[in-house]
């Protein structure tokens, strides 16, 4: 509490589903979070300066994104203009109207691909080996990001892992089982749940631990680098599936959808440098919050 007490923060996609957690927590830490147009283009250099200049931030998040992997390989020119060009707009933006603003560049863990089972987690120090459109967005926009600190600004480049939570769009995984097993419960769908590839390895995190993760990288004193936020704990797809099915009264069937099907993959990261930055590290159950998406499920399936 009060550490970004007179702080302004500008949040750019605050509208989205970690914006809704992120502007709240800030809020909380004693910051004034900026007023935000979810209509901004973010591909618009210019305008990004021109709100530069009248918000005269301390900090921006820059979460405005595209994040669906699956709809990145039915558009991919269209993540790459949102994702990469929207970085690229803003950090030519604050060089000229903003070089003393912390920049959060939020981008994603999938830039490292995929581990072999039984590898370490990622450290910062790994390669990135981006496998999908979505993932070479991220990754462009991460390296932009490092060369715009070389020359300078204060560029945190924020590599976060899967996270879920309430109200996360239900075209991620453990939003998907659990509307689908809301619409069981309810009795509004026949008791069938429709998978991907189950033996899938993510880690998973809360979305309260990533935001807080977020307003601690925020802090003037945390030096510029690439920071994972990870649990260091792989969690398989199907496991997730079995903590929801667990909490719920639903007896399904589970049916392979060939559309989401993709091949096995492993992708669990190490935030020891966080860790050391900030003190921060997860406590928020991965079971909790599991619970807390199903109910938000349960909530929007009674309408």
Not at 44 to 67: K, Y
Not at 78 to 95: D, H, I, M, P
Not at 137 to 144: E, N, P, T
Request: with cysteine.
């Amino acid at each position: 509490m009060g550490l970004l007490r007179g702080k302004r923060i500008w949040v750019t996609g605050a509208g989205g589903f970690v914006g809704g957690v992120l502007v709240p927590a800030l809020q909380a830490a004693g910051a004034e979070v900026a007023p935000t147009d979810d209509d901004l283009d973010v591909r618009d250099a210019a305008l990004m300066a021109s709100t530069l200049r009248r918000i005269r931030p301390d900090a921006v998040i820059h979460l405005a994104a595209l994040s669906s992997v699956a709809a990145s390989l039915k558009d991919a020119r269209r993540v790459y203009e949102v994702n990469f060009q929207g970085a690229r707009s803003l950090l030519t933006a604050a060089e000229e109207a903003a070089p003393r603003t912390r920049i959060l560049l939020i981008g994603s863990g999938v830039i490292y691909g995929s581990a072999e089972p039984g590898s370490p987690p990622f450290d910062e120090a790994a390669p990135l080996r981006p496998g999908s459109p979505y993932a070479w967005s991220k990754a462009c926009a991460d390296l932009l990001g490092a060369h715009y600190a070389e020359k300078g600004l204060d560029v945190l480049r924020v590599r976060p892992f899967n996270h879920t939570g309430p109200g996360q769009s239900d075209s991620f995984v453990a939003a998907s089982f659990a509307r689908q097993l809301a619409e069981i419960e309810a009795r509004q769908r026949e008791p069938l749940i429709r998978v991907g590839n189950l033996d899938s390895v993510r880690d998973f995190l809360s979305v309260e631990d990533v935001v807080d993760a977020y307003v601690r990288l925020l802090d003037p004193r945390v030096p510029a680098a690439a920071y994972n936020v990870a649990s260091g704990v792989g969690t398989t797809a199907r496991k997730i599936l079995e903590m929801l099915v667990a909490q719920s009264s639903a007896e399904p069937r589970i049916d392979v959808d060939p559309e989401r099907l993709r091949p096995t993959d492993v992708a669990v990261g190490a935030s020891a440098r966080l860790a050391r930055a900030t003190d921060w590290v997860p406590t928020r159950n991965l079971e909790d919050t599991l619970s807390a998406v199903l109910q938000h499920a349960r909530e929007q399936t009674r309408g």
